[in-house]
């Protein structure tokens, strides 16, 4: 099988926990069924949504399905969706990041220089 085959080549794998529109990712869950079931361990991405509003409530979001597997996930940082007023931006990852606090073990923010500068 698929999981057969992905145990054996990796010790672990990156999945998509947060869509960078809003949402949680709709396989989510099934893609931490299956892991979980074939044993084999995983992470997940988190790409925020500044324009969407709100970064406590996509924390919960998130954390409502990826909490349940008390793995470590990291926050990544991308410039494409984000605004060009730097405090608000900086404002939001704060909010995001204390949310996280409060619910989990965050393994944290993941980005580049280019990325980086150009959100906060």
Known sequence: TDTDCLKKLTQ???IRG???VG???PYLEENMKTLDEAKIGYSAYFIPCPKCGNPRKQANDFMDVFGKSNKRFFVHVISG???DDVLANRDFISNLTAEFQTRTNIAGIVSNA???EKVL
Do not use: A, R, S, T
């Open 12 to 14: 672990g794998i990156f």
């Open 114 to 116: 280019f990325h980086w």
């Open 18 to 20: 947060y869509l960078g």
């Open 23 to 25: 949402k949680v990712d």
């Open 81 to 83: 969706q984000w605004g």
